[in-house]
């Protein structure tokens, strides 16, 4: 039997590092178990994943401006071919794989504002054509959430019910696909795929008054929450800014992390607003860069999703400035979720109390963060390996038995 043809499927090089970092350690997967596979993506950033992992790469949509708002007519009939010419662009991507994977990233839920015209119609295309073709899609280690707008709500349905394989990084994200109407009673849940990544080695806790990570977000609420979009990240960054200026006060130095490259100008107004040789922003271009952060400061504070997981998979003691129900369930799961601050009403007071009480049990959350992360690996090495019998076996058996016919 031949190798499998792999292909991998989602905004994968457009800026997003937890995306990248998903797609990392099921690369990492990959070459481990199945070596010869031929791997290729169709994402959304092909040039970053051509240079950055040495796969082929292909671009996600057809029209190059599918991301940017169409205002004039002639870019709203681009878009509008855009979304007819995918359908075909699409199905012959898929042809050429005996299995594609949907590597981690919250594909099936819109805690952040979304269109259904956008990714998940995207997805719906794969998974619908997966089918046809009889290519096995494989959502491995995904997030979910209930939908309530109605037409994203049925393409994510619908995507999730056409995937062969279907794995999530959380008890709530299955819950939420059984509320959706999607059968799960042979669904795994399992660790984010991050934490299957290697862990830099900390530098330790300092004598208290040591660096402190603040992980922030161009945050403007949830897809349900577009009327109060502004005023939602004006309450985000003034509370997180106050909470940043207390912490120079006390002479702390401040690591503004960032987790997308739209989180620039979120960066940039917290360190004109506190003006402190103290605070100085991270430059990280991976999950391993963040994890090397934050495995070099005494505690971190953060809000996006994949900055929670690089500082508690490096052990270091972590309060969640919470935007969605997924952050509380990772903070629990890995024994800290007494640790979270609502992002859409952040306190700056009530902020450092927690955060002082996070320091003050730090040494007894490293043990516990210790003890959850090797449980967390063996999670993965397990959901790996049923990956490989549920998916790959069947898959290339199946060429070989038509090759001979």
Same mark, same amino acid.
């Given at each position: ?31 481990? #178990? ?35 708002? $169409? ?83 049925? %393409? ?5 019910? %056409? ?100 989180? $620039? ?22 999950? #391993? ?26 052990? !270091?003691?972590?309060? $969640? %400035? ?35 009480? %996070? #320091? ?20 993965? #090495? ?5 990956? !490989? ?17």
């Amino acid at each position: 039997m031949r190798a499998p043809r792999v292909g991998v499927f989602g905004l994968l090089g457009s800026g997003n590092l937890g995306n990248d970092g998903s797609l990392e350690a099921v690369l990492g997967y990959l070459r481990a #178990e199945h070596p010869g596979a031929a791997v290729d993506a169709l994402c959304g950033g092909p040039e970053i994943v051509k240079s950055r992992y040495g796969i082929p790469a292909t671009r996600l949509h057809w029209y190059s401006g599918e991301y940017r708002t $169409a205002s004039r007519a002639g870019a709203i009939a681009a878009k509008g071919l855009g979304k007819l010419v995918d359908v075909f662009r699409t199905a012959a991507w898929v042809r050429r794989h005996d299995v594609v994977i949907v590597p981690g990233m919250g594909v099936l839920e819109a805690t952040l504002p979304l269109r259904p015209w956008g990714f998940p119609y995207s997805l719906f295309l794969l998974c619908g054509t997966g089918r046809l073709l009889r290519t096995r899609v494989a959502l491995v280690g995904v997030g979910a959430d209930v939908i309530r707008d109605r037409p994203t709500r049925a %393409l994510i349905r619908w995507s999730a019910r %056409l995937a062969a394989h279907r794995s999530y990084r959380d008890t709530l994200s299955r819950d939420a696909m059984r509320t959706m109407g999607v059968d799960t009673a042979r669904d795994q849940v399992c660790p984010d795929l991050a934490f299957a990544l290697p862990t830099p080695a900390a530098s330790g806790p300092s004598d208290g008054a040591g660096l402190v990570c603040v992980g922030v977000m161009d945050f403007h609420g949830s897809n349900d929450d577009r009327a109060r979009a502004e005023e939602i990240h004006r309450r985000y960054l003034d509370g997180t800014t106050r909470f940043v200026r207390a912490l120079v006060a006390d002479g702390r130095p401040v690591r503004l992390l960032t987790g997308d490259s739209c989180d $620039a100008p979120v960066v940039a107004s917290i360190i004109e607003a506190v003006d402190s040789p103290l605070v100085t922003a991270s430059v990280a271009g991976s999950l #391993e860069d963040l994890m090397k952060e934050t495995a070099a400061a005494d505690a971190v504070v953060a809000t996006r999703y994949h900055n929670l997981v690089c500082a508690l998979k490096t052990g !270091t003691p972590t309060l $969640a %400035l919470s935007y969605a129900a997924k952050s509380d369930a990772l903070m629990e799961r890995m024994g800290l979720g007494a640790y979270c601050h609502p992002a859409r009403e952040v306190d700056a007071d009530r902020l450092l109390e927690q955060f002082r009480e %996070l #320091e003050k049990q730090a040494g007894e959350l490293r043990q516990v963060l210790a003890e959850r992360n090797l449980a967390a690996q063996a999670q993965l #090495e397990d959901q790996f390996a049923a990956l !490989t019998r549920t998916l790959f076996k069947k898959a290339v058996g199946k060429t070989a038995s038509q090759e001979v016919s």
